[in-house]
T-cell receptor, first 109, second 113 residues
Framework: DAKTTQPTSMDCAEGRAANLPCNHSTISGNEYVYWYRQIHSQGPQYIIHGLKNNETNEMASLIITEDRKSSTLILPHATLRDTAVYYC??????????FGAGTRLTVKP | NAGVTQTPKFQVLKTGQSMTLQCAQDMNHEYMSWYRQDPGMGLRLIHYSVGAGITDQGEVPNGYNVSRSTTEDFPLRLLSAAPSQTSVYFCASIGASSYNEQFFGPGTRLTVL
């Protein structure tokens, strides 16, 4: 299974864009990149996913490099409620999803 | 829809006791899974199931059993609880028609003394 590496923590000013990077250099051609976040001790929440093309939804944008070895999750206007741990995951064909330690994002006033 | 439900929310066990964590979903999802999350760490996959009657091991299956007799239910059994199994347990499901999103339950916080 492909693995991901993310920075341990990041800070972002409220109202500014938060850009969270993820490396997945061993990703296979048919594996998707997923992003989830976890606020406090709640269950993880789905944010967005993509294969090759950039994706955007009401929560965030996902930018995947052309070689697919890395991606960036963008929260365009971070709020205090976006403070959470963000997980970048590569999803295998059998739906097996392996969570790493994630990036702890702190949005500051 | 209630989504993914888990019971109990909290549980304290003594070493050597056995118990079953319950997980149910009412979305007719084929895929269900169990994760554990230790303090300050990410989620680790214990077991998963791609449909009724089919289960498979994840990253950390030792000490746990699962079964999937119905589409709705996916119980996790601790055979002989150990302090190392103190953790928060999350159940999740994915449907074939919602290939993108994995729905998580609220979690069960287990303490083994």
């Amino acid at each position: 299974d492909a693995k991901t590496t993310q920075p341990t923590s990041m800070d972002c000013a409220e109202g500014r864009a938060a850009n969270l990077p993820c490396n997945h250099s061993t990703i296979s051609g048919n594996e998707y990149v997923y992003w989830y976040r976890q606020i406090h001790s709640q269950g993880p929440q789905y944010i967005i996913h993509g294969l090759k093309n950039n994706e955007t939804n009401e929560m965030a944008s996902l930018i995947i490099t052309e070689d697919r070895k890395s991606s960036t999750l963008i929260l365009p206007h971070a709020t205090l409620r976006d403070t959470a741990v963000y997980y970048c995951i590569v999803r295998s064909n059998n739906n097996d999803m392996r969570f790493g330690a994630g990036t702890r994002l702190t949005v500051k006033p | 829809n209630a989504g993914v439900t888990q019971t109990p929310k909290f549980q304290v066990l003594k070493t050597g006791q056995s118990m079953t964590l319950q997980c149910a979903q009412d979305m007719n999802h084929e895929y269900m899974s169990w994760y554990r999350q230790d303090p300050g760490m990410g989620l680790r996959l214990i077991h998963y199931s791609v449909g009724a009657g089919i289960t498979d091991q994840g990253e950390v299956p030792n000490g746990y059993n699962v079964s999937r007799s119905t589409t709705e239910d996916f119980p996790l059994r601790l055979l002989s609880a150990a302090p190392s199994q103190t953790s928060v347990y999350f159940c999740a499901s994915i449907g074939a028609s919602s290939y993108n999103e994995q729905f998580f339950g609220p979690g069960t916080r287990l303490t083994v003394l």
